[in-house]
Structure formats: structure tokens, C-alpha cells
């Protein structure tokens, strides 16, 4: 555990609510090594920002029971003091929140947004942090960042408000970036700017960096490691070669086949994922995908509706299915591949 910036074991976040508990993280584990790009992904509501925002210690305490481990650095988060978690955010571990427009206060400059998180963290005086701020916006490629530090957040476009969410993130050097959907309600010329400067960014600072997306092909592109996620828990860990070429469980398998391909055969339809996410009230019994899985009755007997599987193996490539290692590879080549119209290959 100590050669990983951040260990996650067994965690849990259940909020309390009229309606019951809300199991939305419900036994979550993986490690994240510096400079590494882990790319989180699932449906919405699977419990990616959750998880992530209680390593922040961003929930509420009175309507929230957190459990299980958050190593960061050697340090529990788990029940750390406010305090403590105060001193960590935004210097140590910072976030890229999904939309810059209401992340960002339209009262203050960008210039001034910027400043208060350097001073808050190194006590440095207003000049020095002014230009800090014109350093750090000069570093995520706002033009004239001398006059655009003393603008406020409506005169930036989308692209270049989420520009400036990732110059406030980083003006500390934090060892860990969370990124939130960092390139939703962009257009496809911004994203792909972003994406870059995050990757120039990382490569510059060695900073480590969780990615929260829905979005394979921005998984494809980023990330070293991919975590699916689904009804709160993992269901397949393993580096992004190994999950987008050969992908083990069946919602891996529906969440790629529902997103077109540049090699796939244009005559052929995407396949979505059908049915709703479950309820995290009360979840289905076994496995909480089974109500959706269209291989559920290959599996022997009833382990799909009354066991819920273990991730297997624990390190590597691994997914939670109770389908057979040879059921699923044979699944997936004759299948899954000429279902989705990718010639024998998963391309993300």
C-alpha cells in the first residue's frame, strides 16, 4: 500500500434519506500510483463523483456514515478532522468540478479565484499571488493572461472557464487531480484541447489524476488504468488496454457497444445498455446487474439472483461476473464483437 499515492479499500458512502439508506459507494477498492491516470467510468448515478468526493471529505457528516479506508500519502482520510481535510484541499489533492460556470463565483475575478486558493495554502501577499494567477492562466493557454486575470467568468467562453477551473486546481502543484466530466457541455475541438493540456499539465507537475467520465473515448485517450463502475461498486479493474480490447463483464461489454466506432460498420446499429440502473435503496438481490445481463442464464443454477460476485482476481485484470473465464471470452469474440460492428477488435 505505502508504493501508492492513494489506496481506497472496502469503501463505503450510504446517505440517509425519507425513503431508506442510499447505498450510492457500497465496497469500493483500487490504488492509484503518482503520475498514473486512473479513468473512472459508468452510467450516471453508479457512484463515480460520490466516491470521489468523500476522498474531499466533501459530503455531510450528519446525513452521511463513511466507511471503509482512504490512504492518501500515508494518511487516513477516513474520519480525519475538517481541519485536516482543509489543509489537503486544493493544495495536496485538488478537483475539476463538471461545470465551470456554477463551480466558479461571478462576484470575483478569475484572477482573484485563482489568488485566494495560492495565499489560502502558501501565505504568499497579493502580488505574489496576482501573479501566480497570471502565471497559471499563461499555463493552461488563456491569451493575454495579464489583462483576462482581472475578468470575471461570464466574459470567458466554456472552453476557457474550464481553462480556468484547471489553473485554480493546479496553481498549488496538488499530488492528486480529481477530474469531474471535465469535458462535458464542451464541443469536440475544445474537449480535445483540454484533454491535451491536462496530459501537458500532468507530464509537467507528475501529478496523478482520477478521471470521472461516461465517455470511453476520452478513457481511451487519458487514462493508464480503467475502474467501471456500476450500482456503487467496481465490476472490472484493469489497464486500459486490457478493459477496451478485451473487457470481461457484461456491462463493459454494453457500454462499449453502445458508442459508435471510426472502425465499425456504419450500417450497423448501436447496442444500448437496456433497462434502468437499480435502485441503491434496494438494490436487486446477487448481482445487481443480473435484472439487465442477457447472459445471466448461462450461469449455473441461481448465483446471479441470490450471490453477489466478488471482483476476481483481486489484482489485475479482474471483473465481478459469475460467468466462466472461457464463457466470457467466447461471449465476447463471437458476440459481442460482430454485434457491435468491430471486425474482431475493440477500438474505443
Not at 60 to 69: C, D, F, R, V, W
Not at 206 to 214: C, F
Not at 248 to 277: A, E, F, K, N
Request: hydrophobic share 40%; net charge negative; charged share 20%.
Amino acid at each position: 500500500m505505502n508504493d501508492f499515492l492513494l489506496s481506497v479499500r472496502d469503501l463505503k458512502v450510504h446517505f440517509a434519506t425519507e425513503d431508506g439508506v442510499v447505498k450510492a459507494v457500497d465496497g469500493l477498492s483500487y490504488d492509484l500510483a503518482k503520475g498514473r491516470t486512473l479513468g473512472i467510468v459508468g452510467e450516471s448515478g453508479s457512484g463515480k463523483s460520490v466516491s470521489n468526493l468523500a476522498i474531499l471529505g466533501l459530503h455531510n457528516p450528519e446525513k452521511t456514515t463513511t466507511g471503509g479506508e482512504i490512504v492518501f500519502n500515508g494518511q487516513q482520510l477516513v474520519g480525519a478532522k475538517e481541519q485536516t481535510l482543509r489543509k489537503l484541499r486544493g493544495n495536496d489533492i485538488s478537483m475539476i468540478f463538471q461545470d465551470p460556470l456554477t463551480s466558479l463565483s461571478p462576484f470575483y475575478t478569475i484572477g482573484e479565484q485563482i489568488a485566494e486558493t495560492y495565499r489560502r495554502h502558501t501565505g504568499a501577499n497579493k502580488k505574489q499571488a496576482r501573479e501566480r494567477a497570471v502565471e497559471m492562466l499563461k499555463k493552461v493557454g488563456i491569451p493575454q493572461p495579464d489583462r483576462r486575470v482581472d475578468e470575471y467568468p461570464h466574459q470567458f467562453s466554456g472552453g476557457m472557464r474550464q481553462r480556468a477551473m484547471i489553473a485554480i486546481a493546479l496553481c498549488c502543484d496538488p499530488a492528486l487531480l480529481i477530474a469531474d466530466e471535465p469535458t462535458t457541455a464542451l464541443d469536440v475541438t475544445v474537449q480535445a484541447q483540454i484533454l491535451d493540456l491536462l496530459r501537458e499539465l500532468q507530464s509537467e507537475f507528475n501529478t496523478a489524476i482520477i478521471l470521472i467520465t461516461h465517455d470511453m473515448g476520452v478513457v481511451a485517450q487519458m487514462a493508464d488504468d480503467v475502474l467501471v463502475m456500476y450500482a456503487g461498486r467496481c465490476v472490472e479493474r484493469g489497464t486500459v488496454r486490457e478493459v477496451l480490447k478485451a473487457p470481461q463483464h457484461p456491462y463493459s461489454w454494453g457500454l462499449l457497444s453502445s458508442i459508435p466506432h471510426l472502425s465499425g460498420d456504419v450500417d450497423v446499429p448501436l447496442v444500448p445498455v437496456r433497462g434502468t440502473p437499480p435502485s441503491l435503496i434496494d438494490p436487486p438481490p446477487g448481482c445487481p446487474f443480473n435484472p439487465r445481463c442477457d447472459f445471466a442464464g448461462r450461469v449455473p443454477g441461481e448465483l446471479c439472483t441470490t450471490e453477489r460476485p466478488a471482483l476476481v482476481p483481486a489484482d489485475g485484470h479482474g471483473s465481478a461476473c459469475h460467468l466462466s473465464i472461457s464463457d466470457k471470452q467466447v461471449i465476447f469474440t463471437e458476440e459481442i464483437l460482430p454485434k457491435a460492428g468491430l471486425g474482431g477488435t475493440a477500438h474505443a
